[in-house]
């Protein structure tokens, strides 16, 4: 039972008190220790309230926040402003959009605050239409009544929606440039973001990460790591999360050598005993090509992060250590450190490269029964590699008929491909209906090679010409390959079919 400090002696104390446990994120114990203090004859009171709430948004069970609602109006708080807006913040968390609506329609003077909030329940829930009218409506708007606008479109993937009302701000913050340079980037639009951060009279480590993060999901990680490099030379330093942006860009490319400067660039900032980071050097150096120089970085760390046991995991199935991988996952039981869904994709992973069947057929029954992680398309598809690597590709089409949802390009793609490795037509066949009625008419390039190249595999020639004639006439052109190569820290891509005379002293 945890003993309180004898200075809790008044509502004020405790107020504090719980605040700060919210503050650290100890959601339970702030709950429970408003308990204690109704207990010791306390009351909540029109201070007590809003921290509690904030707290029960963030809590995995609404029940929590309708049982404070409750309180609220047993104690006669619920019509003061800052309860009111606490209690529509929370709802807005739960996504219980509806009842913060009904909170908000009950506040009689509604500040700027509430409006606020009520904006920004909607668009955190993305229904920005409506959004847009409570915004139109809005009888007063300051610079944040845009910015949320701006941050809501930029959510909803909507670039030319949120430029919009990103040229009405009167005033614009930082916060501003922000959502709107997270907009281009989640719409594609890189260039127009790199355009609005040379235009920015004023960056933030934010501004940059959003940047470095951007890059990295439309796969242009060669422009991340030269972003990177130029932030070094500014007056933002870059966080964690900058770094692990900067890792992850080394770790797509293969860049090994870039990658080493980037560990040692985290070594000297002092952010290389960060979790995050810590699980991304793993991660690079094992993609790269080192696992030594990944093991030695793992064991060296003092971070028992599930994250960095991931990474480690995920390092060994890449380069073929099963055994290692499964004794790491017996180390990870005996330190109590429980497993997520990641790490059984690194445990199945490693059981397809090592050829571990019953193995992997034992972790992946694990799952839901002793780990309630419940199995999703990854943990499927490692299945189905795992089963086809074995010949076992009957068996591994049964699996995925199995499935509760359907299983998708990347699974069937996994199986055909294995039936054209082991010639097998029967059961290649299958696959191929089923990826024609999953698609339809919308066959890319690589599934009409693929059906082409099965045929061919099996010495059906005619098949396989009937097959490449029909994506021809299609219009489909087969993708060109392409390939980036490191010389002298510098990258350079090259597209198949290119001829380029590249000198260097």
């Not at 501003?176 to 340079?181: A, H, L, Q, V």
């Not at 907009?183 to 004023?202: D, I």
């Not at 991931?310 to 005996?334: R, S, T």
Request: proline residues 2%.
């Amino acid at each position: 039972m945890f003993i309180y400090p004898s200075v809790l002696l008044d509502q004020r104390s405790w107020n504090k008190f719980i605040k700060k446990q919210v503050l650290k994120g100890n959601t339970r114990q702030a709950i429970q220790s408003y308990i204690n203090m109704q207990e010791l004859g306390f009351s909540a009171d029109n201070y007590t309230f809003p921290i509690l709430l904030k707290a029960a948004g963030s809590a995995p069970y609404s029940c929590t926040g309708l049982a404070l609602h409750g309180q609220t109006v047993k104690t006669g708080c619920c019509d003061h402003v800052y309860v009111q807006t606490a209690l529509l913040n929370m709802y807005a968390s739960l996504r219980l959009i509806d009842e913060a609506c009904k909170v908000f329609e009950r506040i009689p003077e509604k500040d700027l605050v509430a409006w606020n909030s009520m904006l920004d329940a909607y668009t955190s829930s993305g229904q920005m239409d409506i959004a847009m009218e409570l915004f139109d409506s809005m009888p007063i708007k300051d610079t944040s009544s845009f910015n949320i606008i701006v941050s809501g479109f930029a959510s909803t993937k909507r670039i030319e929606s949120a430029r919009i009302i990103f040229d009405e701000i009167p005033v614009k913050d930082i916060v501003s440039w922000n959502s709107m340079i997270l907009a281009s980037t989640n719409s594609g639009n890189m260039v127009e973001a790199r355009t609005l951060l040379e235009e920015m009279p004023k960056t933030n480590v934010i501004t940059w990460n959003t940047m470095i993060r951007g890059y990295l999901h439309n796969q242009l990680y060669t422009e991340a790591i030269n972003l990177f490099d130029k932030m070094k030379t500014g007056t933002v330093k870059p966080d964690y999360l900058t770094i692990t942006g900067a890792l992850s860009a080394c770790a797509h490319l293969r860049s090994l050598e870039t990658g080493t400067k980037i560990h040692s660039y985290a070594i000297s900032q002092g952010q290389a005993s960060s979790p995050h980071v810590v699980a991304a050097i793993i991660d690079m150096y094992a993609k790269c090509g080192s696992i030594q120089n990944a093991l030695q970085v793992f064991y060296k760390s003092q971070v028992n992060d599930i994250y960095c046991w991931n990474a480690i995991i995920l390092g060994l199935a890449l380069h073929g250590h099963g055994n290692a991988a499964l004794k790491l996952f017996d180390v990870m039981k005996e330190k109590r450190i429980r497993p997520d869904d990641i790490t059984f994709i690194g445990l199945l992973s490693a059981c397809s490269h090592a050829g571990f069947v019953r193995e992997g057929c034992q972790l992946f029954g694990c799952m839901e029964k002793d780990f309630r992680i419940t199995p999703k398309k990854e943990h499927y598809g490692c299945m189905v590699d795992l089963l086809s690597r074995a010949w076992l590709l009957d068996i591994a089409f049964q699996f995925i008929e199995t499935m509760s949802f359907e299983p998708g390009e990347s699974i069937l793609g996994a199986l055909l491909s294995a039936c054209v490795i082991h010639e097998d037509l029967k059961t290649g066949e299958k696959v191929m209906k089923l990826l024609i009625d999953t698609k339809a008419d919308c066959l890319s390039d690589g599934e009409y090679m693929m059906f082409a190249n099965l045929y061919a595999s099996c010495g059906k020639w005619e098949e396989a010409d009937k097959w490449r004639k029909m994506m021809n006439d299609s219009g489909i052109v087969k993708t060109a390959g392409c390939t980036v190569i490191e010389v002298h820290g510098k990258f350079h891509k090259f597209l198949a079919g290119e001829f380029a005379n590249y000198y260097h002293d």
